[in-house]
């Protein structure tokens, strides 16, 4: 009797060693697929996050703008702002006055200018390390059917070879009048994609037509 309670007891126990063994077994190897899934992934990720750099590619731009009454200038921000471009106003040495830009009066400063050929009014200040950019949106009002004269200033002191250039201007109603045209010959190292043409009365909820704008750019690339 003693004896086969030993050997019983003996069975007992050797069926609860092999069950524990089991259930360590099962707990160490079941966690290791998810686990270890779960640390690739993790290690992935860091590693895309930690390698995430600018691109190289990424043209940087710029955005140039004269604006003599408020309304390219209000195109030229809503543009910055899309394009996430640096802003720069052309500023004249000598501001232009209402009188100056009198339609009706043929003796007016803006009118000589105009009719001028040769005329390249002074710009205020300076465009700092222009070399980085290579897409410049050029901005300006139409007067007389063309650029203000001061735009000329602009495209003789800058080197625009292997550039971009994209312009735009606002009018009352003329259009772009030939001035991408223009700038192609100013500019025959550059690129001059097709312009945009805002009516002046539409500057300031303009958002619209130039994403359109920036959206065709995009897909002529």
Same mark, same amino acid.
């Given at each position: 009797?003693?004896?086969?309670?030993?050997?019983?007891?003996?069975?007992?126990?050797?069926?609860?060693?092999?069950?524990?063994?089991?259930?360590?077994?099962?707990?160490?190897?079941?966690?290791?697929?998810?686990?270890?899934?779960?640390?690739?992934?993790?290690?992935?990720?860091?590693?895309?996050?930690?390698?995430?750099?600018?691109?190289?590619?990424?043209?940087?731009?710029?955005?140039?703008?004269?604006?003599?009454?408020?309304?390219?200038?209000?195109?030229?921000?809503?543009?910055?702002?899309?394009?996430?471009?640096?802003?720069?106003?052309?500023?004249?040495?000598?501001?232009?006055?209402?009188?100056?830009?009198?339609?009706?009066?043929?003796?007016?400063?803006?009118?000589?200018?105009?009719?001028d050929?040769?005329?390249?009014?002074? +710009? *205020?200040? #300076?465009?700092? !390390?222009?070399?980085?950019?290579e /897409?410049?949106?050029?901005?300006?009002? =139409?007067?007389?059917g063309?650029?203000?004269?001061?735009?000329?200033t602009?495209?003789?002191?800058?080197?625009?070879?292997?550039k971009?250039?994209?312009?735009?201007?606002?009018?009352?109603?003329?259009?772009?009048?030939?001035?991408?045209?223009?700038?192609?010959?100013?500019?025959?190292?550059?690129?001059?994609?097709?312009?945009?043409? +805002? *009516?002046? #009365?539409?500057? !300031?909820?303009?958002?619209?037509? /130039?994403?359109?704008?920036?959206?065709? =750019?995009?897909?002529?690339?």
């Amino acid at each position: 009797m003693k004896k086969l309670n030993f050997i019983t007891l003996a069975i007992i126990f050797s069926l609860a060693a092999c069950g524990s063994g089991n259930n360590a077994g099962e707990s160490s190897r079941a966690p290791e697929p998810e686990t270890s899934m779960q640390s690739t992934e993790e290690q992935n990720v860091i590693k895309e996050e930690s390698s995430e750099e600018p691109s190289e590619t990424e043209a940087r731009a710029l955005v140039v703008y004269f604006s003599a009454t408020g309304n390219t200038k209000a195109v030229a921000e809503t543009l910055a702002r899309l394009q996430d471009a640096d802003l720069y106003e052309i500023v004249p040495e000598q501001p232009y006055t209402d009188e100056d830009l009198n339609y009706n009066d043929r003796t007016t400063r803006a009118t000589a200018e105009q009719n001028d050929p040769d005329a390249r009014p002074a +710009i *205020s200040g #300076s465009i700092t !390390d222009f070399e980085q950019y290579e /897409v410049v949106y050029v901005g300006y009002p =139409i007067w007389w059917g063309d650029m203000p004269r001061i735009l000329y200033t602009f495209f003789d002191t800058y080197d625009f070879s292997g550039k971009t250039i994209a312009p735009f201007c606002t009018s009352g109603g003329s259009g772009l009048s030939g001035t991408p045209g223009t700038i192609a010959k100013l500019e025959s190292g550059a690129e001059v994609l097709d312009g945009l043409h +805002i *009516s002046s #009365s539409a500057a !300031d909820s303009a958002e619209s037509s /130039v994403a359109e704008w920036l959206e065709g =750019i995009r897909q002529a690339e």
